[in-house]
């Protein structure tokens, strides 16, 4: 998963983000809340761990930047020192999700972290993925269409399947290309653009077919469900079947 770190002390981001990464998680670090803000702006992440004094701006007034500015529904955990009841209850009023006291422990933060994001995205346990009429076989990296099996490459369908896993999320290109490249320097966003395309036309996602992947300007994709029915020409009828 893609996490970002909002912490001005340098042991304590060297310390949560070897946490972190050892735990096979991508981690994005900010000392200054308006560094965060800037690149939240364009960038999507699947969680933020939030400290909550900072030099800027408090953690509190990020959240809430976050949540009422920009509409973002990412589960955040506040990681701070302030303990007092009214600072706990101000925070989950500016929509945290968790709160921990420093210094945090490791296996505590690292259940925490899996707490939280098994409420905000249920994990498939299965080694198959089905949104009709797509069936992921997600061992085998098979994937069929109405029963027909779709030609791809190993990254056209890690890229699918990661779209259908997060159905209907806005992700940035930068978050799509950590989740199917990993953090390789050498590429470039253009190289998402290239698949997208690709992930688009071979499994014919079109508002017509239930689905709409649509780019967001300097930002990423989103892929989301639609009702076919609106999408029929003018002058066409739809007729449903007797029940």
Not at 144 to 149: C, V
Not at 211 to 222: A, D, E, H, I, V
Request: aromatic share 8%; glycine share 6%.
């Amino acid at each position: 998963m893609r996490f970002a770190i909002l912490e001005d002390d340098p042991a304590q981001m060297e310390v949560l983000t070897g946490w972190l990464r050892e735990a096979g998680h991508d981690v994005h670090g900010f000392g200054l809340a308006r560094e965060l803000m800037r690149v939240a702006s364009r960038e999507s992440f699947d969680l933020f761990l939030v400290d909550w004094v900072l030099p800027d701006l408090t953690g509190e007034q990020v959240l809430r930047w976050l949540r009422v500015e920009r509409g973002n529904d990412t589960p955040a955990i506040f990681i701070t020192s302030r303990d007092a009841e009214e600072d706990i209850a101000n925070a989950f009023s500016a929509g945290a999700d968790d709160y921990l006291i420093k210094p945090p422990r490791r296996i505590e933060l690292l259940s925490r972290i899996e707490a939280v994001m098994r409420r905000a995205q249920p994990r498939n346990t299965n080694q198959t993925l089905v949104v009709e009429p797509y069936h992921f076989d997600l061992a085998r990296k098979q994937l069929t269409m109405d029963g027909a099996a779709v030609e791809m490459t190993d990254k056209e369908f890690e890229l699918a399947a990661f779209l259908f896993r997060n159905l209907g999320r806005l992700l940035s290109r930068g978050h799509l290309l950590e989740a199917v490249w990993g953090r390789n320097p050498d590429l470039a966003t253009r190289t998402v653009d290239t698949h997208i395309s690709r992930v688009r036309s071979k499994l014919n996602l079109r508002p017509e077919n239930g689905f709409r992947l649509t780019p967001t300007y300097n930002f990423g994709y989103r892929l989301e469900k639609t009702d076919p029915s609106e999408s029929a020409p003018l002058g066409t009828t739809t007729v449903s079947s007797p029940a």
